[in-house]
Nanobody, 123 residues
Framework: QAQLVESGGGWVQTGGSLRLSCAAS????????MAWFRRAPGKEREFVAA????????SYRESVKGRFTISRDNAENTVYLQMNSLKPEDTAVYYC????????????????WGQGTQVTVSS
């Protein structure tokens, strides 16, 4: 069983930056595809970004392309989400998720989840 712990959330003004981290334990990190999802108030949880086992081809939802960057450090068992040019509509609880092997963009495909970290962007 993998355990995921997010950190790095907080409050920032429009145009600011935050970097989220997700530390994994209890599983071979190099066998986990990693992703970030988010849930805004009153909305469904949605896919944000994903990265495969070796950190190759990453994927993003359209609204964050060019602003967010997902990366991973397999030596540190950690995945990151660098968020730049933040907008009020990015306000949400951000969740780290993991699944064995193949990276996917659907919430139901992910077996392991963190507890979430709040990101608030003020206008």
């Amino acid at each position: 069983q993998a355990q995921l712990v997010e950190s790095g959330g907080g409050w920032v003004q429009t145009g600011g930056s935050l970097r989220l981290s997700c530390a994994a334990s209890g599983y071979s990190f190099s066998r986990l595809a990693m992703a970030w999802f988010r849930r805004a108030p009153g909305k469904e949880r949605e896919f944000v970004a994903a990265i495969p086992l070796s950190g190759g081809k990453t994927s993003y939802r359209e609204s964050v392309k060019g602003r967010f960057t997902i990366s991973r450090d397999n030596a540190e068992n950690t995945v990151y989400l660098q968020m730049n040019s933040l907008k009020p509509e990015d306000t949400a609880v951000y969740y780290c998720a993991a699944r064995e092997w193949a990276v996917l963009q659907t919430e139901e495909a992910y077996k392991y989840w963190g507890q979430g970290t709040q990101v608030t962007v003020s206008s």
